[in-house]
């Protein structure tokens, strides 16, 4: 007897839209080199979360630990870096625990089998640049793994739709605030570099004075060198990030 198909399902159409809607990031002046990893993505949140966060924390990052360097304190730096690893650590600490928590809860409720898609999973090769990009592709991963398993304990109602809300809603916030984080970083240092090429007056080559960033743009050379580093984080009402290298020379160093 064949399959009777009494429901219309996803055939790619889904992760289409995902990835139309999104801008794409410009690694063309990235000349580092990239560990490809086979990665997968099933969920709704994971796949959006991936395409809207992953490259552009992979960018930002590259310039903070890259192109920054070549130009601003070393220890200014690696306080930046720190700052961003920790960040990775806790929301890698809430992720595992509200994992931990849920198959506690499957156990408990004689629950044997996990929620499934039917939608087409997101399977890419991704480049990692650091390792920054490599714990958060993880932390992506382990966002990914939990959603699934929220939903099914929705469905046998071991806990409420409300519940399940809130913490994803957490979580997702936490996982947003690491790369508007790393943004933020970008951003400030970008502004002292350019303050610092505008009081030295630096020259390229050709004995031109070095063009900085005009006022419109992201990085404004007229704030002063001394501006502290932003904090890592933004309104969460933020609808989306934009990579600092967009506006910025992103060449690797000579």
């Known amino acids: 007897m064949s399959d009777i198909q009494i429901v219309k399902v996803d055939q790619g159409g889904v992760n289409a839209r995902i990835l139309a809607k999104e801008s794409k990031a410009d690694f063309r002046r990235i000349e580092a080199a990239s560990v490809k990893m086979p990665t997968r993505f099933t969920s709704a949140e994971g796949k959006r979360f991936f395409v809207r966060l992953f490259n552009t924390l992979q960018l930002n990052t590259h ?3 890259v192109i920054a360097r070549t130009r601003l304190d070393h220890d200014d730096i690696a306080k930046v870096e720190a700052t961003i690893r920790a960040q990775l650590d806790a929301v890698n600490e809430s992720l595992n625990s509200a994992i931990d928590g849920a198959e506690a809860l499957f156990k408990a409720h004689g629950i044997t089998s996990v929620a499934t898609y039917d939608t087409v999973a997101l399977d890419v090769e991704v480049g990692v640049l650091s390792s920054s990009g490599r714990r958060f592709l993880e932390v992506l991963g382990k966002l990914d793994q939990l959603m699934p398993l929220l939903q099914t304990l929705e469905i046998h109602e071991v806990i409420t739709a409300q519940a399940v809300d809130i913490q994803r ?23 002292r570099m350019n303050a610092m090429g505008a009081r030295q007056g630096v020259v390229d080559d050709g004995g031109q004075a070095e063009p900085t960033l005009g006022p419109d743009a992201v990085a404004n050379p007229r704030v002063p060198a001394q501006e502290s580093l932003p904090e890592p984080g933004v309104s969460a009402t933020e609808p989306e990030l934009v990579s600092v290298v967009e506006t910025a020379d992103v060449s690797e160093p000579d």
Do not use: E, P
Request: aromatic share 8%; hydrophobic share 50%.
């Open 169 to 191: 809603a957490a979580l997702k916030r936490q996982v947003r605030d690491v790369a508007n984080g790393a943004r933020n970083f970008a951003i400030g240092l970008r502004r």
């Open 63 to 65: 310039f903070i630990s």
